[in-house]
């Protein structure tokens, strides 16, 4: 491999528990073990400089599409511009869905672009990226259709014992039971935008309020009308003390 050629990493993450142990420190390392091998330099040697650059997508960045995700996108417009190689830990790091894969691999055939998927053992370099774009699209709609049916199942037996399925909303925590129930510091927040939600405020400016008085979204975000939607109108289609 010519030693002029640019390697580009792309790890992600979906969640805040992979910050950690098997989250972007592991695709990170096995990123540089393997731009290493490319390069043909020994565990020891370090990268040249300029040679690698690794871009991370942060938690929850995985609930979006492809395109809106700025870390992929910026992975993908450094490779593209320099014909470089691009790794990733498996090919379900690209993308969530078929459609995005195939729209990736496409654009990096189109800037003769390489592709390494370490978990999947693919290389286009090898294997040609007509077989790269196959191969991920294939795995993309086995996974969906695999998560799919685990979800329903799961859900189905949630829902025969009773317990909640899905995310916790603000407001509530899970009992041991499955079930959820008022969140002590979180509650009194619910029932003051249904209040106001009732008493004919805007959701515009119940965020706006709520975000003056420092309160936080679950995720410790500021809020939004859209957030604030959700919390009323989850209030009024369930009974506080059920699921």
Same mark, same amino acid.
């Given at each position: 491999?010519?030693?002029?050629? +640019? %390697?580009?990493?792309?790890?992600?993450? $979906?969640?805040?528990s992979q910050l950690h142990g098997n989250g972007l420190q592991e695709q990170t390392k096995a990123i540089e073990n393997q731009a290493r091998q490319i390069l043909k330099l020994s565990p020891k040697q370090s990268i040249p400089d300029g040679m690698l650059t690794i871009y991370t997508e942060r938690p929850f960045s995985g609930e979006r599409t492809a395109d809106r995700r700025p870390q992929l996108q910026a992975a993908l417009a450094d490779v593209c511009g320099c014909n470089g190689i691009l790794i990733v830990r498996d090919a379900t790091?690209?993308?969530?869905?078929?459609?995005?894969?195939? +729209? %990736?691999?496409?654009?990096?055939?189109? $800037?003769?672009?390489?592709l390494w998927s370490m978990r999947?053992?693919?290389?286009?370099?090898?294997?040609?990226?007509?077989?790269?774009?196959?191969?991920?699209?294939?795995?993309?709609?086995s996974r969906v259709k695999v998560l799919r049916n685990r979800m329903t199942k799961t859900a189905e037996s949630n829902k025969a014992a009773g317990k909640h399925w899905g995310g916790v909303p603000f407001g509530y925590v899970k009992n041991e039971a499955g079930q959820l129930e008022p969140q002590p510091e979180q509650f009194p927040i619910v029932l003051d935008i249904v209040e106001r939600v009732k008493a004919g405020e805007s959701l515009y400016a119940i965020a706006k309020l709520?975000?003056?008085?420092?309160?936080?979204?679950?995720?410790?975000?500021?809020?939004?009308?859209?957030?604030?939607?959700?919390?009323?109108?989850?209030?009024?289609?369930?009974?506080?003390?059920?699921?």
């Open positions: 491999m010519d030693r002029s050629t +640019k %390697i580009v990493g792309y790890a992600r993450i $979906s969640n805040r790091r690209l993308a969530r869905t078929p459609e995005d894969n195939r +729209k %990736i691999l496409n654009r990096l055939k189109e $800037s003769r672009c390489q999947e053992a693919i290389t286009s370099l090898i294997h040609g990226i007509d077989f790269a774009i196959a191969f991920a699209s294939e795995l993309g709609e709520l975000n003056q008085q420092k309160k936080r979204t679950q995720s410790g975000g500021l809020w939004e009308s859209a957030q604030v939607s959700r919390v009323y109108l989850r209030f009024v289609s369930h009974s506080p003390a059920k699921t």
